[in-house]
């Protein structure tokens, strides 16, 4: 029995898998096993990239007084019928409105006020004549053009009007949204908990990166880049700690109360030294342990305690495709973002077949052609990280196909969006 009250898995080092999960099997127990996160105060200046966590209604009229919304001189529009540069009309300047200064009396009859861009409009003016059309001679001004009235005046809430809903939940903030946000005068927003993500990555083999090698030893890959992708995904990295194959060092890592998502690059598999599978299921569940995939067969999942945990294969490819399609999913979900890929998604014709197997999975990585079809990369191994470089996306190959024929349109994954062609 394990830490849940439920019957352990058997032991698959050097055995292999009796069965394997479908993906979609592995994407409903995530499903079921996450929500979002509760609900933090943030400053404003932090909350870029952040989730919403609650609707925002305007408190405020913007903007909340008439202004102008160029320089040149406030008036009443309709005396300004019939100027032009052979008929300049003549206009007495009293004063001189500018942004938080505004001119305190009223405009009368043949009268303006000086007015820069934004600054309030003074009382009993209705128009701003540009600059471009006037010319001043000591306190009187000649107008060289008509404006109607309300002609160049920004009106109350003509941008955001006081009880409009601007943004509802789960939204991802921009910078333009904080401008607006700002803009209200608000200094804190209610924004979703990032998942605290811990990295665990194993193999006696691995050196860090910058750190002497020895003839037989592996520079880490994984774990930089695991790193990037919990980041883009919107999670707080609690730690990334490598550790030896040893089950007592693995075991004091994995019981982490501040984690909520726990992840382990390698030891995932059937190998003597693969620890990890049968640690989570003494310590909590090991609910999924092997899909049927290419790559990332050797993937799994389960719970200790109230983080998830998720078993990601050492070989790079393998790590990169289990972090996508299941721990990512999850720590999407938990901070408030859509569970599917944050990739651009673009449908376009193969170049040629593209081949898989019935009763699996794919994870095909494709190259773009000048003349906008994908061809499958030529490549096999799921150590070989650089084909994701080479890369310009993916193609998932659903369980129930043998593959697509040269021609058919498939459903492109793009890894950046300036690869992406347009619609």
């Given amino acids: 029995m394990n830490a849940s009250g439920d019957r352990a898995p058997a032991d698959?080092?050097?055995?292999?898998?009796?069965?394997?999960?479908?993906?979609?099997?592995?994407?409903?127990?995530?499903?079921?096993?996450?929500?979002?996160?509760?609900?933090?105060?943030?400053?404003?200046?932090?909350?870029?990239?952040?989730?919403?966590?609650?609707?925002?209604?305007?408190?405020?009229?913007?903007?909340?007084?008439?202004?102008?919304?160029?320089?040149?001189?406030?008036?009443?529009?309709?005396?300004?019928?019939?100027?032009?540069?052979?008929?300049?009309?003549?206009?007495?300047?009293?004063?001189?409105?500018?942004?938080?200064?505004?001119?305190?009396?009223?405009?009368?009859?043949?009268?303006?006020?000086?007015?820069?861009?934004?600054?309030?409009?003074?009382?009993?003016?209705?128009?701003?004549?540009?600059?471009?059309?006037?010319?001043?001679?000591?306190?009187?001004?000649?107008?060289?053009?008509?404006?109607?009235?309300?002609?160049?005046?920004?009106?109350?809430?003509?941008?955001?009007?006081?009880g409009q809903t601007l943004f509802e939940p789960p939204r991802r903030l921009r910078p333009q949204d904080l401008g607006v946000l700002s803009s209200l005068g608000l200094a804190f927003l209610e924004v979703v908990r990032r998942p605290r993500v811990k990295i665990l990555i194993t193999g006696n083999e691995l050196v860090p990166p910058g750190q002497p090698k020895g003839p037989y030893a592996i520079y880490d890959a994984n774990g930089p880049m695991l790193q990037a992708l919990v980041q883009r995904d919107g999670a707080e990295l609690t730690g990334r700690h490598m550790v030896a194959d040893e089950e007592a060092k693995l075991r004091e890592h994995l019981q982490d109360p501040q984690a909520d998502v726990v992840l382990i690059s390698g030891g995932s598999s059937v190998g003597q030294e693969d620890l990890a599978p049968q640690l989570v299921a003494q310590l909590g569940q090991l609910a999924i342990h092997g899909l049927a995939m290419r790559p990332s067969s050797p993937a799994g999942m389960g719970q200790i305690g109230s983080a998830l945990v998720f078993l990601l294969p050492g070989n790079p490819v393998s790590c990169l495709c289990a972090y996508d399609f299941f721990a990512g999913r999850a720590i999407r979900r938990l901070g408030g973002l859509p569970a599917q890929w944050p990739y651009p998604q673009v449908r376009l014709p193969l170049a040629r077949k593209l081949v898989s197997q019935v009763g699996r999975t794919d994870y095909a990585r494709v190259v773009l052609q000048p003349d906008g079809t994908v061809s499958p990369l030529a490549v096999s191994g799921a150590s070989i990280l650089s084909s994701t470089t080479r890369a310009d996306g993916f193609v998932i190959v659903p369980e129930d196909s043998e593959g697509y024929p040269e021609g058919t349109p498939v459903d492109v994954f793009f890894y950046d969006a300036s690869v992406s062609p347009g619609p």
């Fill in 12 to 162: 698959v080092r050097m055995r292999g898998f009796a069965r394997r999960h479908t993906v979609e099997q592995a994407w409903q127990w995530i499903d079921q096993h996450t929500q979002p996160l509760p609900s933090v105060t943030v400053p404003l200046a932090e909350a870029a990239g952040r989730v919403l966590a609650q609707q925002v209604v305007s408190p405020l009229d913007v903007p909340s007084f008439p202004r102008a919304m160029m320089d040149g001189y406030a008036l009443r529009g309709e005396e300004t019928q019939g100027a032009s540069p052979y008929n300049p009309l003549e206009f007495s300047v009293v004063g001189q409105s500018l942004p938080g200064r505004p001119w305190p009396g009223n405009v009368g009859p043949g009268q303006c006020v000086r007015i820069m861009t934004g600054a309030p409009m003074p009382a009993g003016a209705d128009a701003v004549l540009p600059v471009e059309q006037t010319q001043c001679q000591g306190q009187v001004m000649l107008a060289h053009g008509e404006v109607p009235p309300q002609k160049n005046v920004g009106q109350v809430a003509e941008d955001i009007a006081q």
